[in-house]
């Protein structure tokens, strides 16, 4: 059940837990319900590092929580996320939360988008994957109450928070459902309810679509599956709308690599490779809650990666939706054959700019290790806003360099590109590259994703498992979007 928010001026008196922001220096913010002896919390081990709590028994038997925010001139929304996340971690057995939290962000801060970030933390820290347990222990906390005097735009900062952060879990139980449950076919019906509960349209190719329409890169990676591939595209198209922004996900339900088989090491994860097409699903179901004044279009290319006697082998050549053909030398760099072809069908509507997400490449995660995603782009000004939007929505981005000097590597003898660069040497680029091909002229930022999108332990609001990475920042780009003036 997701967490109701609400605000009050006073503290309520059915909360049995009050978490007050602590600063590294012991001190809490002007006008906090709490003071605290800065000696009995350091006996306590208590520094007030963003994150760090400790319960205190007030006289009428409810519980004060300290919640360490860090230094006070460093409070931003991430670290408001953690703290709101720590405080309902810590709220024990009790089923509403009270917290002055904001009370901690600077005097300039933007009140709607700290109380967004609050909402995030509290919310997605509660997240468990629990389909399949028959003995799920799910969190006590259904009530957060923010004790605050501002108005409003607080109430309208949780709501959002709420809203995103219901995303967010709907990409991670995408990503943690089993690739026998979570197919092509799945991704669709979900796809639609998400559409049906936004007022968003729906297309979708089925497999004679597919063929039909020359999407030759997705119907390549299909071959070897039985389960049929599913090419969505869901659209929200507001009234007055300034300008369209389309975004792209890798949807590959289960990636064995094909023929160019991973090792069963390589491949005990490879349920998280549909992460991207998760993400902009899952996006599109926080947007109408957003109401952005631009169309967004969403595609997500899906299918498994399979090996069989009908698997394309390596030596095949493939046509892509644009018209380039490509020589697959490798089975297991699909992502980009099936990216190919969503990126052509998004740059046939013209949008003002495309953003794709995909776990693509296991050297990226050799590059910017297991947190940092890695940006490339065509456009200084988009690569610039989704940084921005990163940033505010505390998903760690770097931008690469999309290096015209190793365009070479993919030359193809056969074909006019091949879908593998030189061995070991900078594969997230030319990955990239590939990428590239099929985007035309259009302003474009691809989010390489594969390490963020799938975690081996938890590390504060990301749990263990699929992370639901991009959904944040592509909501955040949405609700921010400035269409350029002029083109490059
Ligand atoms: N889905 C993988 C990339 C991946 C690896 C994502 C690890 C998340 C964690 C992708 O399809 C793949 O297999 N890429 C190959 C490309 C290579 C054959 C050029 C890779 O990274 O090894
Ligand atoms: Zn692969
Ligand atoms: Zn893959």
């Given at each position: 059940m997701p967490i109701t928010f609400s605000t009050s001026r006073d503290v309520p008196d059915d909360a049995p837990v009050l978490a007050i922001p602590v600063f590294a220096d012991g001190t809490v913010p002007a006008g906090s319900p709490a003071e605290l002896d800065n000696d009995f919390l350091a006996a306590r081990d208590f520094q007030g590092k963003v994150g760090q709590t400790l319960p205190l028994l007030a006289d009428d038997g409810t519980t004060i929580l300290a919640v360490g925010v860090g230094a006070a001139g460093e409070v931003d929304d991430d670290v408001l996320r953690r703290a709101a996340h720590a405080a309902v971690r810590n709220a024990g057995k009790a089923n509403v939360v009270a917290m002055t939290l904001l009370d901690a962000a600077p005097g300039d801060a933007d009140r709607g988008r700290a109380a967004q970030a609050i909402a995030e933390g509290a919310s997605l820290g509660t997240y468990k994957f629990t389909t399949y347990k028959s003995d799920a222990k799910r969190s006590s906390v259904e009530r957060v109450v923010l004790v605050t005097r501002a108005g409003n735009h607080v109430q309208r900062g949780l709501d959002r928070g709420s809203a995103i952060a219901s995303a967010v879990a709907l990409a991670r139980d995408l990503i943690n459902e089993p690739p026998g449950a979570m197919t092509p076919r799945r991704m669709e019906e979900v796809a639609r309810a998400v559409a049906a509960e936004g007022g968003l349209t729906v297309d979708v190719w089925d497999e004679e679509r597919i063929a039909a329409d020359g999407l030759g890169g997705l119907a390549g990676v299909a071959a070897g599956s039985d389960e049929p591939a599913r090419l969505i595209q869901l659209t929200y198209d507001p009234p007055g709308a300034r300008g369209t922004l389309a975004l792209v996900g890798k949807g590959i339900t289960f990636d064995s690599g094909g023929l160019s088989i991973k090792t069963g090491e390589g491949m005990m994860t490879m349920k998280c490779d549909m992460s991207g097409a998760a993400a902009v699903i899952a996006a599109m179901a926080a947007i109408p809650a957003v109401a952005p004044k631009v169309r967004v279009l969403a595609f997500a290319a899906c299918t498994e990666n399979l090996p069989s006697g009908k698997a394309m082998k390596p030596g095949d050549v493939l046509k892509i939706r644009n018209g380039k053909t490509v020589e697959v030398l490798n089975t297991d760099a699909e992502g980009r054959l099936v990216l190919a072809d969503a990126l052509s069908l998004a740059v046939e509507q013209s949008p003002d700019g495309i953003v794709d997400l995909a776990t693509l490449t296991g050297a990226m995660s050799v590059a910017l290790g297991r947190d940092i995603a890695g940006l490339f782009s065509n456009d200084d000004d988009l690569a610039d806003q989704v940084g921005a939007a990163a940033e505010r929505a505390g998903e760690p981005m770097w931008r690469m360099p999309l290096a015209k000097?190793?365009?070479?590597?993919?030359?193809s003898e056969v074909a006019d590109i091949k879908n593998i660069g030189a061995a070991g040497q900078a594969g997230s680029i030319t990955a990239a590259l590939f990428l590239e091909e099929f985007v035309g002229d259009v302003p474009w930022v691809h989010l390489d994703i594969a390490g963020p999108a799938f975690r081996a332990d938890e590390d504060g609001y990301l749990p263990k498992g699929g992370t639901g990475y991009g959904v944040r920042t592509l909501v955040d780009l949405v609700a921010n979007y400035r269409k350029p003036s002029r083109r490059r």
């Open positions: 000097r190793y365009r070479k590597q993919i030359d």
